[in-house]
């Protein structure tokens, strides 16, 4: 019955991976014992009911009783950093990139300053992180061993207390089928960077060479600009296209059959998209290919072998990708 694969699910999930599986056939023993030979879905409410709140039997599995945060507020814990921790994340990354772009002075190449600035946001998130996480530990850890409440229940989190009724809500998901929020947003992160990189890839993309006192020095761009930008209607198409999809990620949280073909059908577009780009011999800058040629020593067809290696690596990895994303949205 799902009430009871619901209920094994909302405790095993909080268990280490090792010891999921033999907790999850004693739980489904131990909660058959309590039923009859023909029970109904009342009593297995009931069942449900005497054995309590998933993360409190969690808490009664686990094989090391001492801990840091304990059951009671563990959830709530929990809850509150990942309500917190984006916001903090999203508001250090705003400022230090504002603070950044307002100490750039032009002296430097725009590349070397978008490395150094992105180097300065990642320790700052960093920092910021292991302050947020060691101050709500701190303040949960009080809150757990001052121990407002005696009746042993853990803290509310706003909603009515747990019963069995609220395993109707579950969505049994294995974690290998789940689409985490981290990975939504390194796609909307990713969308972010190459769309900056399209619209300033005559400042970004080039030949650079080193200058005195350390540092580098744009010499000349890779691309035509104004070819580039002349492909832009299918570039904010393709943008359009990757944002709704992270948004459908987001909301879905797991795999199925239709965010699968639309994610391979996005990623093909683009990929499309990437090659009709890159095969437009005007695209290029002339005196970079003329300077690339050269500085390397390799036969001329060397270029049309390292196309041929782009273009099916790109099939590939789009071929490997939705094999894995169906096999997860088919999953048993």
Known sequence: MKLIEAYVYEVTRRLPEKSREDIARELRSTIEDMLSEQYTEDEVKAALGKLGDPAVLAASYRDAPMYLIGPKVYDVYIRTLKKTVPWAVLVTIIVHSVIGILGFTGEEAVLYFVIKMFGTIIANVVMVLMYVLFWFTVVFAVIDRVDFSKSGQPLPTGKAPWSPDDLEKVEISPRKWTILKGEAVFGLG???LWTIVYFNADHLLGRYQSIEGGGLKFVMPLFNQDVLLSYWPAVLLLIGMETC????????????????AANTIIHVIGAGIFL?????PHLYNPAFIASFSN?????????????LI???????SIIIEAFDNFRKARRP
């Not at 390397?296 to 196309?307: Q, R, V």
């Open 276 to 280: 009709v780009m890159a095969s437009d």
């Open 295 to 307: 500085s390397i020593d390799t036969p001329a067809s060397f270029l049309e072998w390292l196309w």
């Open 190 to 192: 990713w969308t972010l």
């Open 245 to 260: 999809l992270v948004v459908y990620k987001w909301k879905a949280g797991h795999w199925t059959v239709k965010l699968a």
């Open 310 to 316: 782009i273009i099916a690596g790109v099939a590939v």
